[in-house]
């Protein structure tokens, strides 16, 4: 059973930063693509960044410059350091798994359960 656990989100002035984590377990294999979304109230859901099986990054045009994905020391962990957070950016943060390995097809099958980031003004 696959499961991914987010931690890290939190409330932060405008200017400032948090670092968002995502823990796989369950995977068959380590080859694969993990990206995170957010959703703010009366918004659709957007991918903001993915890391491909490779550790090539892929960033939303918005937070291009301030975010960056990486991949942990910790197996199966993956990063969202999270600078320069703007109010925009508040929104509930959530962690997907694709086992195809590329952030360039669809397929992010697994979920977690999200964790809020409130960035005040």
């Known amino acids: 059973q696959v499961q991914l656990v987010e931690s890290g989100g939190g409330l932060v002035q405008a200017g400032g930063s948090l670092t968002l984590s995502c823990t796989a377990s369950?995977?068959?294999?380590?080859?694969?693509?993990m990206a995170w979304f957010r959703q703010a109230p009366g918004k659709e859901r957007e991918r903001v960044s993915c890391?491909?099986?490779?550790?090539?990054?892929a960033y939303l045009d918005s937070v291009k410059g301030r975010f960056t994905i990486s991949r942990g020391n910790a197996k199966n962990t993956r990063y969202l350091q999270m600078n320069s957070l703007e109010p925009e950016d508040t929104a509930m943060y959530y962690c997907a798994v694709s086992e195809y390995g590329s952030c360039y097809i669809s397929g992010f099958r697994y979920w977690g359960q999200g964790t809020q980031v409130t960035v005040s003004s």
């Open positions: 369950g995977l068959t294999s380590d080859d694969y693509a």
């Open positions: 890391i491909s099986w490779n550790d090539e990054p």
